[in-house]
């Protein structure tokens, strides 16, 4: 699977963004985005399930962050409303061939990833 990752930019504390990921190749079972901070470590922000598009959300993006697929397209989204300046990340779109409820949420079990691309939220 490859993934190829665009959307980032510059945007007011409170706007929006939306985040793609077009994926080619084989189809991965789960598709996740996870974001890096300066100075932090990698973390989990949403993923969601190819073929029943069930979504998974960490606790601090819930209500503002949107998961979705476009299987036609194969092509998963990140709608990014509300944004805060702690959102500001390099944002990582990774798929992998097997889901598992239990290690969604972990970096390491997704097999492919794509390159960042960078959000930075202005307050």
């Known amino acids: 699977v490859q993934l190829q990752a665009s959307g980032g930019g510059l945007v007011q504390s409170g706007g929006s963004l939306r985040l793609s990921c077009a994926a080619s190749?084989?189809?991965?079972?789960?598709y996740g985005w996870f974001r890096q901070a300066p100075g932090k470590e990698r973390e989990f922000v949403a993923a969601?399930?190819?073929?029943?598009?069930?979504?998974y959300y960490t606790d601090s993006v819930k209500g503002r962050f949107t998961i979705s697929r476009d299987n036609a397209k194969n092509t998963v989204y990140l709608q990014m409303s509300n944004l805060k300046p702690e959102d500001t990340a390099v944002y990582y779109c990774a798929a992998r061939s097997q889901h598992n409820y239990w290690t969604v949420r972990i970096s390491s079990a997704y097999d492919y990833w794509g390159h960042g691309t960078l959000v930075t939220v202005s307050s």
């Open positions: 190749g084989r189809t991965g079972s789960t």
């Open positions: 969601v399930t190819w073929s029943a598009g069930t979504t």
